[in-house]
């Protein structure tokens, strides 16, 4: 769930700190990292592992992130560049409902197994994944969020789209409450 994880850690962030000049290049990086990283090791090593949300999908890893920019940043714009990564993984555990698959959350503090699919299968974990229209309902919101941020952000023309590449930054006020 790409698109899901992007846009409402986008939308979510934005609201929440209210900093326009936030890189949501390094937030949408911390909101698909853990999608992308373990769901191919999960997949390969599904018959061993019997799960698909793996190390990335805990707290640890988020927190280990976190820790790890406070520790090698200074404040300013170094921590600032990078504590959005440790936000949008955060994020990314609150989309994934990750409470209810506590071993998985509190990995490695319950041990080292991961919560279980419920599939048996890698081929059933696919169709069950695919059949659930919740899924594809996130997904198209969190793209037309984000198709709303491209337009407003006037992305399609070469320069917005070159400072957006370059700076992490959009064009898009944040509306004050």
């Known amino acids: 769930m790409l698109f899901w994880h992007a846009g409402a850690s986008v939308a979510i962030t934005r609201y929440a700190f209210r900093d326009e000049r936030m890189d949501l290049r390094f937030l949408i990086l911390g909101a698909v990292i853990a999608d992308l990283v373990d769901s191919p090791i999960g997949f390969a090593f599904f018959s061993a592992l019997g799960a698909v949300r793996l190390g990335l999908h805990s707290l640890s890893a988020a927190a280990l992130v976190m820790v790890t920019v406070v520790w090698t940043t200074r404040r300013g714009r170094p921590r600032k560049r990078w504590m959005p ?26 041990g080292f197994e991961f919560s279980q699919a419920a599939e048996p299968t890698v081929r059933l974990y696919i169709q069950g994944i695919l059949s659930q229209w919740t899924l594809w309902v996130g997904e198209a919101v969190g793209l037309m969020y984000l198709a709303v941020l491209f337009v407003r952000g006037r992305l399609a023309e070469r320069e917005q789209r070159r400072e957006f590449l ?12």
Do not use: C, K, S, Y
């Open 85 to 110: 990564v440790a936000i949008g993984m955060l994020l990314h555990l609150f989309l994934d409902a990750m409470w209810n698959q506590p071993e998985t959350l509190w990995w490695p503090f319950l």
């Open 166 to 177: 370059a700076t992490g930054r959009i064009d898009v006020p944040i509306q004050q409450r």
